[in-house]
């Protein structure tokens, strides 16, 4: 009886194990499968197993099962208690996917990476393609989150051969995603391979304009890579491109307050929109007609999309006033596809809504990238007192900490008479004067000494008025710290052309719409001539009524392709995932008096 019972516990650890395990070659090793018992049964089977091996294969199956139920951290304490070194290459293969996949769990993709760094991976293709694709996978995800975009597509393209059904479509969109996200001077076909076929597709969409021109595009590509993956089956988004451009937009209702004190930035960003109307007719383009709304006579925007649709409007442009954009960003959904022209303050919004405006937040965030791009970590920051100091302040602040930088002095500017005892007080300059009234106290003499500044600021960032500006540049260089660079957003810059105030702000380099740097542009020649008031500060309205005329007919476009861009009189606009378009912008400074445009830097 004692032998039949040995007899059928010896079956059942045999069965269970043959359950959890397969046996790709017994140089790799035996890997373990789902297993149908529980993590108890296998950590205790493997306690009581007679062999290192098949503890350590138990208790693999059990880390397994514990991250497949969801139990990273079960999981990762029994990982721990595996002799990886002592493991066969494709158990440890299968032990540093599971790593990889709890690091990403925990959101450490370098971690991640370092686990299929092991020497084991190199026999991988040796594997089981269910291992294959499992690895894969992972390495792809960890790469994506490194930023490692390009390898993150080169080893999702590796496992597409080896995937199918609904594995396989979701893995090809991701594969597109990758490839469209890359900016198009990364996107080099240098090989006749799936990859150069996946840069050239991505490259052939981004360099063509309209969206009948990209259509254009992707077909030829088509015809000259028939058996391309992406040629058999396109990619999602290329193919909503090609629904948007079987629909063409024939009319827009402009939603402006044409009253009220936003009157005058109504007027200037309807000149704007018309004017570019006006060229695209000149080119021999058929623009879309052009329906005006009256955004200060509003009685409801309900009753507003009515008439709208009553007169076939396809897209809206407006409303202007913050609080009609707020009122449209907590709806479920819009009647009609509307480009509001201000930012509302939730982050999401219908699907049908998309927001444009001049934000200084894209500014902030834009001063955070020049600065890196010129090799800079430590900032110091002057903003306003008040909400919309805070707000730049926030914007900046999160932009350049997320991105390594640290920041070692903050001052809000008030009152002008504070102004040198705040810039000393940011410098340190006190501190120093201290030191010296001390050791001439000490010494029983006068001390010949320089008060001498705090030399951990590399950059000053500055949100300020012209007029502010004025004042700040000139006490810098007094309080000793005039070397110190400063980079500011565009709210500096008056435009007026008065050298005196320029030279006031000798050095500064700012972010500035192409519009006001590029006295040249054949467009804003046109529209300075007829609207003088266009050459100033308002060329700024001006601009953002030119790139929201040129934004209406690709919103589609921009959502579709992530990470393209359209290059305005605005600046460099791209879109985020919430559907609102925000701006890169060109840099000047301020040089004797003149404004002189800086080169640009790789972004």
């Known amino acids: 009886m004692i032998a039949c019972l040995r007899l059928f516990t010896a079956l059942c650890l045999a069965a269970l194990l043959a359950a959890c395990a397969s046996s790709p070659s017994s140089s790799l ?36 099962l514990a991250y497949r139920q969801g139990n990273a951290g079960q999981s990762a304490q029994i990982l721990q208690q595996v002799p990886v070194e002592q493991l066969k290459p494709g158990q440890q293969v299968f032990a540093s996917t599971l790593a990889a996949e709890l690091a990403m769990v925990r959101n450490q993709p370098k971690a991640a990476l ?22 894969g996978t992972v390495h792809a995800r960890a790469l994506e989150a490194d930023g490692q975009t390009l390898a993150a597509a080169r080893e999702r393209i590796f496992i597409a051969p080896m995937l199918s059904d609904e594995a396989a479509g979701k893995n090809h969109e991701a594969i597109w995603t990758l490839i469209a996200s890359l900016p198009t001077d990364q996107l080099q076909p240098t090989t006749n391979d799936d990859l150069g076929g996946w840069i050239g597709l991505a490259l052939a969409v981004k360099t063509a304009g309209t969206l009948e021109q990209q259509q254009a595009a992707i077909d030829n590509w088509r015809a000259q890579n028939p058996k391309h993956p992406a040629a058999i089956q396109l990619p999602l988004p290329l193919t909503k491109l090609k629904e948007l451009a079987s629909q063409p937009l024939s009319k827009i209702a402009l939603l402006l307050p044409q009253d009220g004190p936003l009157a005058s930035v109504g007027k200037a960003l309807r000149e ?28 409801s925007m309900d009753e507003f999309y009515r008439k709208a649709q009553a007169d076939g409007v396809q897209l809206v442009v407006g409303p202007l006033e913050k609080p009609l954009v707020k009122q449209l960003s907590t ?4 009647p009609i596809t509307t480009l509001a022209l201000n930012y509302s303050e939730g982050e999401q919004g219908p699907a049908q809504l998309f927001q444009f405006g001049l934000a200084a937040e894209d500014e902030a965030r834009e001063v955070s990238r ?76 006068q001390v010949a000494a320089q008060p001498s500044r705090r030399q951990d600021i ?25 070397d110190v660079p400063v980079y500011a957003t565009s709210h500096v810059f008056s435009a007026s052309g008065d050298v005196n105030q320029y030279n006031d702000m000798n050095g500064i380099r700012f972010c500035e719409t192409p519009w006001l ?5 054949p467009l804003r020649k046109q529209v300075t001539a007829q609207w003088p008031q266009a050459a100033g500060s308002l ?16 919103l589609g476009q921009l959502k579709a392709l992530p990470d393209s861009r359209i290059e305005g009189q605005s600046g460099s606009l791209g879109m985020t995932q919430n559907q609102r378009v925000v701006r890169q912008l060109p840099w000047a400074q301020f040089v004797s008096g003149q404004v002189q445009r800086l080169p640009d830097t790789p972004r």
């Open 29 to 64: 090793g035996e890997l373990p499968r789902t297993p149908d018992a529980s993590i108890e049964q296998l950590l205790d089977q493997a306690a009581k197993s007679k062999t290192p091996e098949q503890a350590a294969l138990f208790r693999l199956s059990a880390a397994d």
């Open 114 to 135: 370092t686990a299929l760094s092991h020497p084991s991976l190199q026999r991988l293709g040796e594997l089981p393609v269910e291992q294959q694709v499992r690895t």
């Open 272 to 299: 704007g929109f018309m004017a570019a109307h006006y060229q695209a007719q000149q080119a021999g383009q058929k623009p879309p007609a052009i329906e005006f709304y009256d955004s200060s006579r509003l009685t």
């Open 331 to 334: 709806r479920p959904q819009l």
């Open 370 to 445: 020049r600065a890196r791009a010129d090799g800079l970590h430590r900032a110091a920051i002057m903003v306003p007192k008040g909400e919309w100091g805070d707000r730049v302040l926030r914007a900046f602040s999160q932009d350049w900490q997320a991105n390594g930088g640290s920041i070692v002095a903050t001052e809000r500017v008030d009152q002008p008479v504070q102004l040198a005892q705040q810039i000393a007080d940011m410098f340190q300059l006190r501190q120093s004067e201290g030191r010296a009234k001390s050791l001439q106290s000490t010494v029983g003499s």
């Open 458 to 482: 590399e950059f000053i960032f500055l949100a300020a008025t012209p007029q502010q500006a004025q004042q700040i540049k000139p006490t810098l260089n007094f309080q000793y710290a005039g």
């Open 517 to 521: 740097l590029d006295a040249n542009d």
């Open 539 to 554: 060329g700024r309205l001006y601009a953002m009524g030119v790139d929201a005329y040129r934004l209406a007919p690709r």
